[in-house]
């Protein structure tokens, strides 16, 4: 099954979440001037448009990143990130463009670092190819993603960064996702490993929290973002982001950049966060 497109989804409080994550460990690896790898497992297209029949349709931009584009009280680590969007749409004048995981991180390499992209999707392959193109150091794959864990880790430079951002169509999801880290770790345990989850029924997200902790897997943080309580009524409540083996600025950063995004994103007061670990060192 292959129907879910993130274009419906792009710029979102969960995009905003996710990419503030995924540029606080990338500035995090860069503070050595030796090269790393990056693998992007479910890439997507990469750059989106917000004004298209897709995007439009649900508009989730403009409860994500369209509440920080103006505001001048943004924390510095929230700053970078908008500004990385303000790029994108030609310094910032208006919003009509979203960076995807894999634009945020090309825009964030060094000419010493290398990246793998992967997508399956029919339509969106060819736009992702498409779209990088002109990056020397990244390579763009129509592959499973789960699969490039076995078959690129561990990477020639003993240094890198997996991003896994499976739709969850499937059930199968949840477990597919613990064990692509727990695959990948064998491979390669000093590598970082960063795991987006949706929150639209706890249960669901719980077999991904207890399959790590049953993991031995040690390092596991956990940061989430929440818009309303967990409700059995359809529709994602929260989202999160699941790091193994942390930059240990990662922590601290983010317990101090989600009461702001709680706040901005969540005017209405029914918002919570959390950054818990799952297992510590």
Same mark, same amino acid.
């Given at each position: 099954? *292959? ?16 990419? =503030?994550?995924?540029?606080? =460990? ?11 790898? #990056? ?6 297209? %990469?750059?989106?448009? *917000? ?7 649900? $508009? ?7 509440? *920080? ?11 970078? #990130? ?7 749409? #030609? ?19 060094? $000419? ?32 499973? %993603? ?13 240094? %890198? ?22 695959? %990948? ?8 490993? $960063? ?27 956990? =940061? ?36 702001? *995004? ?15 670990? =799952?297992?510590?060192?």
């Amino acid at each position: 099954m *292959l129907s879910y497109r993130h274009s419906f989804h792009a710029g979102n409080h969960a995009d905003v979440l996710k990419h =503030i994550v995924l540029m606080l =460990i990338i500035e995090n690896l860069k503070q050595k001037e030796k090269g790393f790898y #990056y693998l992007d497992t479910h890439a997507g297209v %990469g750059r989106y448009r *917000l004004f298209d029949e897709t995007a439009e349709k649900t $508009a989730e931009f403009k409860e994500g990143i369209a509440r *920080l584009w103006e505001r001048e009280n943004l924390p510095e680590e929230v700053r970078r #990130y908008v500004q990385i969007i303000k790029r994108l749409n #030609y310094g910032g004048k208006e919003l009509r463009y979203y960076a995807g995981s894999p634009l945020i991180a090309a825009g964030l390499l060094r $000419a010493q670092d290398r990246a793998l992209l992967t997508e399956l999707h029919p339509t969106d392959f060819p736009l992702l190819r498409n779209n990088f193109k002109q990056y020397a150091n990244i390579s763009v794959k129509r592959e499973d %993603g789960f699969q490039q864990l076995k078959a690129t880790l561990p990477p020639k430079e003993r240094r %890198g960064l997996v991003l896994i951002d499976p739709p969850y169509e499937l059930k199968e999801d949840y477990d597919l996702t613990v064990k692509a880290i727990e695959e %990948g770790y064998k491979r390669f345990a000093t590598g970082i490993y $960063a795991l987006w989850y949706p929150v639209v029924l706890r249960q669901q997200t719980k077999r991904i929290f207890k399959g790590l902790e049953n993991s031995g897997i040690r390092k596991i943080l956990k =940061i989430e973002l929440a818009l309303r309580p967990d409700s059995d009524q359809r529709g994602m409540t929260a989202s999160g982001m699941i790091v193994v083996n942390p930059p240990w600025q990662l922590e601290t950063q983010m317990k101090k950049i989600l009461p702001y *995004l709680t706040e901005v994103l969540v005017p209405q007061g029914t918002g919570h966060w959390s950054v818990q670990w =799952i297992t510590p060192e």
